[in-house]
C-alpha cells in the first residue's frame, strides 16, 4: 500500500473543527461538512493540494497555518489575539472622525496591538519597507519567520479602494513566511459603511477572496467622543 503524501499525513489527525479551520482560513470552495468527516477531509485535502500543485500556495503556508492554530497550546492564538486587539479598536479624538487621519489611526493600532503582546516574543512594527512596498503594521515573531499583515483604508477616501485587492497580493508575495492579512476598513461617516456605499462594499468582497485574509471594519460608534 502507497504511503500517504505529507499533506495527507498532516490531515489526517485533525478533529473537525480542526479541518473547519482550514477551509476557513484558506477560503476554499468546497462543500461544507455534511456528516462524513472522511469525505469533507478528502474535500480539503484535494483543495490544498490543486493550490499547492498549481503554484496558488505553498505546503509551507499549510504548515504555518496548522502550527498557529492547531498544534500551539497558548491561552490565546496569535490570530486571535489580533484579531480581537482590531475588533476592539477604539480610536481617540486625535483619529478625527470626521477628517480621519490613516496615519494616526494605524499609530493607535500599534499601540494596542504592542499592549496585545508584550509580553510574547513578537514584534509590532509600523511601516516596515519590503523593498518599494511599505506596509502599515506588521507583527512578526522574533525568532521564526512567522508574520502577520495589517493594512487600513480609510472607506471615504474612494479613489483608492479600488487599488486594495491588487496591494494585498503584492504584499501577500514580497512577505517571507505571511501567515494571515487583516484589512482594516475605517468608516468615519455612515454613509461610507459597506451597506450604504456600494465601492466599499465590493471592495471587500474582492479582498475576502484572497487566501488567508480577513476584514474588519471601524464604524463611526467605535471613535471616541
Given at each position: 500500500m502507497p504511503r500517504a503524501g505529507p499533506l495527507k499525513q498532516l490531515l489526517t489527525p485533525l478533529t473537525l473543527d480542526?479541518?473547519?479551520?482550514?477551509?476557513?482560513?484558506f477560503n476554499l470552495d468546497i462543500s461544507s461538512y455534511d456528516g462524513d468527516k472522511t469525505g469533507f477531509r478528502d474535500r480539503v485535502h484535494d483543495a490544498l493540494k490543486y493550490r499547492i500543485d498549481n503554484g496558488q500556495m505553498t505546503y509551507?503556508?499549510?504548515?504555518?497555518s496548522y502550527r498557529d492554530e492547531v498544534?500551539?497550546?497558548?491561552?490565546?492564538?496569535?490570530?486571535?489575539r489580533i484579531r480581537e486587539t482590531l475588533n476592539n479598536l477604539e480610536l481617540s479624538e486625535?483619529?478625527?472622525?470626521?477628517?480621519a487621519n490613516e496615519m494616526w489611526?494605524?499609530?493607535e493600532a500599534w499601540q494596542a496591538l504592542r499592549m496585545a503582546f508584550q509580553d510574547e516574543p513578537y514584534t509590532v512594527i509600523q511601516e516596515e519597507t519590503f523593498g518599494r512596498r511599505r506596509v502599515d503594521l506588521l507583527v512578526t515573531h522574533d525568532h521564526d519567520a512567522r508574520n502577520y499583515l495589517i493594512e487600513?483604508?480609510?472607506?471615504?477616501?474612494?479613489g483608492s479602494l479600488s487599488r486594495t485587492y491588487s496591494q494585498l497580493r503584492e504584499y501577500q508575495r514580497a512577505i517571507e513566511g505571511l501567515s494571515r492579512s487583516w484589512l482594516v476598513v475605517v468608516a468615519p461617516e455612515e454613509r461610507y459603511l459597506p451597506e450604504q456605499k456600494e465601492?466599499?462594499?465590493?471592495m471587500i468582497e474582492d479582498v475576502r477572496q484572497l487566501d488567508a485574509t480577513e476584514v474588519i471594519i471601524v464604524r463611526p460608534e467605535d471613535f471616541r467622543a
Open positions: 480542526e479541518l473547519r479551520y482550514l477551509r476557513r482560513e509551507q503556508q499549510v504548515m504555518e498544534v500551539t497550546n497558548e491561552s490565546k492564538q496569535v490570530t486571535t486625535g483619529a478625527n472622525r470626521k477628517e489611526i494605524t499609530s487600513f483604508k480609510l472607506a471615504n477616501r474612494t465601492r466599499v462594499a465590493n
